[in-house]
T-cell receptor, first 112, second 113 residues
């Protein structure tokens, strides 16, 4: 049973435009969500997170939106830059479980 | 500050061989974990530890063994390597408590022939 789903394996956008990466989850006990970015041959790095008590969190060009009723979250990158080209992983955390569950990732390509 | 350090970066094994993937962190984090990344499968949790002397299984623990004798180190042992264990392995750590982000190492690419 896949608890965190990223249904788009890849996304291609033009530099300067908005990138929207989507993530759905099935575990209603998740109370914290994180996005990680991964470049080839490197480990994932933390990008942004959101608690289930919020519906939006912003950090510079990155904004994460959470729709609890739809069990859906999205990552918006505005404006997109070529350096944003990477694989983005969505992850859900159930407080106290110590088991962060990741989606399969979405490969974002930002074209100059 | 080195963060999470994994060794080796690359390893080729023959089926049936054993080896240990090393992981060390210098952030005094209580929590450490091992993930594997396979094409189309994302990151899957193998084992984790919430402190020295305490370990537990994740989603895909079979064929792997761990121990946590110190806060800093969390080695992952492959007892008898199989081709299905060909993967990229990531070690990660974080502070104890809820809603803390994981810090990942740079990974070990393992091939089992």
């Amino acid at each position: 049973d896949q608890q965190v789903k990223q249904n788009s394996p890849s996304l291609s956008v033009q530099e300067g435009r908005i990138s929207i990466l989507n993530c759905d989850y099935t575990n209603s006990m998740f109370d914290y969500f994180l996005w990680y970015k991964k470049y080839p041959a490197e480990g994932p790095t933390f990008l942004i997170s959101i608690s289930s008590i919020k519906d939006k969190n912003e950090d510079g060009r990155f904004t994460v939106f959470l729709n609890k009723s739809a069990k859906h979250l999205s990552l918006h990158i505005v404006p997109s830059q070529p350096g944003d080209s990477a694989v983005y992983f969505c992850a859900g955390d159930q407080g106290g479980s110590e088991k962060l569950v990741f989606g399969k990732g979405t490969k974002l390509t930002v074209n100059p | 500050n080195a963060g999470v350090t994994q060794t080796p970066k690359f390893q080729v094994l023959k089926t049936g061989q054993s080896m240990t993937l090393q992981c060390a962190q210098d952030m005094n984090h209580e929590y450490m974990s091992w993930y594997r990344q396979d094409p189309g499968m994302g990151l899957r949790l193998i084992h984790y530890s919430v402190g020295a002397g305490i370990t537990d299984q994740g989603e895909v623990p079979n064929g792997y063994n761990v121990s946590r004798s110190t806060t800093e180190d969390f080695p992952l042992r492959l007892l008898s390597a199989a081709p299905s264990q060909t993967s990229v392995y990531f070690c990660a750590s974080k502070d104890g408590g809820w809603n803390e982000k994981l810090f990942f190492g740079s990974g070990t690419q393992l091939s089992v022939l």
